[in-house]
């Protein structure tokens, strides 16, 4: 029986970024860190979705933290807004 190894999210992500952002081919990169081709094939797909399917829990790509400051600045900026409205409100009915 053959035991599968185990290579950390670090690895992985390091290995999917020679082959997009380096250039390098699948074969030479597969060579020089001594994995198969079809498993850098499919870490490399993992990092192209944004939904990875390789993933470490707790770890978080650049990409879905990006998209989380985004989602939470427009919902900051949405409660900062209703806040000086009521505050107009308040102040308008407390006038009469």
Do not use: N
Not at 79 to 84: A, G, N, P
């Amino acid at each position: 029986m053959k035991k599968q190894k185990c290579y950390t999210y670090e690895f992985k992500s390091e290995a999917a970024k020679l082959v997009l952002e380096k250039g390098q081919s699948y074969c030479a990169t597969s060579r020089q860190l001594g994995i198969s081709e079809g498993t850098l094939a499919g870490w490399v797909k993992a990092a192209k979705s944004v939904t990875k399917k390789v993933s470490v829990p707790g770890a978080c790509s650049e990409a879905d933290l990006l998209v989380e400051v985004t989602r939470l600045s427009k919902e900051l900026s949405e409660i900062r807004m209703e806040r000086e409205i009521l505050k107009k409100v308040t102040a308008y009915f407390a006038k009469e």
